[in-house]
């Protein structure tokens, strides 16, 4: 089944909690691996060598449809070889025709902190992609006991991120009085998959 070109469009589904990665047709009503551990603990491989790169099992992720496939960034994964736990800020590109992982951005360590560059490990983002500018944005998400209001913007021409107007304060209560309204923070932000699926 080729799932980028399924007439009905395609749903695609990340268990990320194991690492697993299947695709569901709307048009056959049937899943399909897409690849993955199938059981206990994935961990990530950052290598650039052609298919071989994928991320960990993953919690609360931030995700985003993208036209070749599906964008995944942050969560809270598990590190070899102390197979520790940490807020991760890995930014990810599965493709549904090659159904190859691409790493696009991020630290293959846990817990990176905020730059004025790049944003720190975080979990439960909300993600949203931007087809016309070829634009990630990623918003509020928490580490430790921290919950941000960041709202951060990864340009994938340029291959570079820039942290937009906002807060850089963590329990930033927001402000929702003009002429400078700004939404306060918020973990789990409130937005599943988005975007327009793949087809």
């Not at 944003?119 to 941000?148: C, E, H, L």
């Not at 990864?154 to 930033?172: E, Q, V």
Request: proline letters at 10%; aromatic letters at 12%; glycine letters at 12%.
């Amino acid at each position: 089944m080729d799932l980028a070109r399924d007439p009905v469009r395609v749903f695609l589904l990340a268990l990320l909690h194991l690492g697993l990665f299947a695709g569901l047709s709307s048009s056959t009503s049937g899943w399909t691996y897409l690849g993955g551990a199938t059981s206990g603990v994935a961990y990530p491989n950052f290598s650039t060598a052609p298919g071989a790169a994928h991320p960990g099992s993953l919690m609360t992720a931030g995700s985003s449809w993208h036209p070749s496939g599906l964008a995944v960034f942050g969560g809270e994964g598990v590190l070899w070889p102390n197979r520790t736990r940490a807020s991760m800020n890995d930014l990810w590109l599965f493709d549904v025709n090659s159904l190859q992982w691409t790493w696009l951005s991020g630290s293959a360590n846990g817990n990176a902190p905020t730059t004025n560059s790049t944003p720190g490990g975080r979990q439960a983002s909300a993600m949203a992609f931007d087809a016309d500018a070829n634009v990630f944005y990623v918003f509020g998400g928490s580490w430790y006991k921290a919950i941000t209001n960041e709202l951060w913007a990864y340009d994938a021409r340029a291959s570079r991120w820039s942290m937009l107007p906002g807060s850089t304060t963590t329990h930033s209560p927001g402000n929702y009085c003009p002429p400078q309204p700004l939404p306060g923070r918020r973990s789990p932000a409130p937005l599943p998959i988005s975007g327009e699926p793949p087809g």
